[in-house]
């Protein structure tokens, strides 16, 4: 009975997994689809990008204060908004912006080898920011993950060297947008999920991309009187990211931080293995391959140690909270 009973329980979990990878994988293909298909002509990046984040602040605004589905955390200030929230916002309208328009010069799968990076870029802005140690095993598992990205770089075909400086330049964006995450952690105290997490954030990003998309995108739009795009479409896609935020926030509350991180692994080699069948640009080599496989157990490397980082810290304060209870207890009087 209790193996029928946690059957459930499991598959259920198991679903959870297989739609983040599903979402986040073809939330990829269908941006690239959107960005470079001639059906849909609509090349715009940064408009692409600001659609999604005012359509996530409205279904965050209804989902919360008006239907009251999901509950927005408490704790947020105007103090920790100006100084944690807008430049995660900021950071993150970055990331969205350069990462989508790197679709315009290079592959899919390339995109996603050079974002195997990240950690890298992770590491040194955290030591920069005193919030990350440098060491001789860190060291060892940044120089791996850089040499495995520098073998697929190399191993490409078609390089487009515009594309590699926009998806670096989204690299850095999202590795400074997980500093401020850790600094709002860290040093506010304050921890939010992903739905409010989104609340708060998408409005912020919106700005972020509306001023520079005024200047850059909508003149060309005008122009090219693409006005009338498919509003079917866009809003199908629009609705597929705000479904792949909250599948993230399923996985990370029914599984654990491990199993998010292995699921986006296995993403990661989904994205590039799909997109070689899907994208007549695509054309991955051994050498693609060989490189990928090298940065990615680097990666994994990095993602086990900062497992064991959390758990022992996690750890220590649950024996500090342990010491603290015979305190207490010993000052009551004994019944």
Known sequence: MADRRALPSG????????????????????????????????????GLTLLHMVFSSVLCFLL??????????????????????????AMFAMTLWLGNTAYLYISVSFAQMLKAIMPVAVFILGVAAGLEIMSCRMLLIMSV??????????????INWIGVVYQMGGVVGEALRLIFMEILVKRKGLKLNPISLMYYVSPCSAICLFIPWIFLEKPKMEAAGTWNFQPVILTLNSLCTFALNLSVFLVITHTSALTIRVAGVVKDWVVVLVSALLFVDTKLTLI????????????AAYNNYKLKKEASREGSSAEQQEQSIPLVSSSSPSK
Not at 64 to 89: C, N, R
């Open 11 to 46: 598959v259920l979990t198991y679903a959870y997994i297989l739609l983040y990878i599903v979402l986040s994988s073809g939330q990829i293909f269908f941006n690239k689809w959107v960005l470079s298909s001639k059906e849909i002509n609509f090349p715009y990046p940064l």
């Open 145 to 158: 993950i850089s040499f495995g990205v520098l073998i697929a770089s190399y191993g490409e075909i078609n």
């Open 288 to 299: 693609n391959l060989i490189g990928y496989a090298i940065a990615i157990a680097g990666v």
């Open 64 to 89: 919360t204060k008006v239907l009251k589905i999901m509950k927005v955390e408490e704790g947020m200030t105007s103090e920790i908004y100006a100084t944690s929230v807008v430049p995660i916002g």
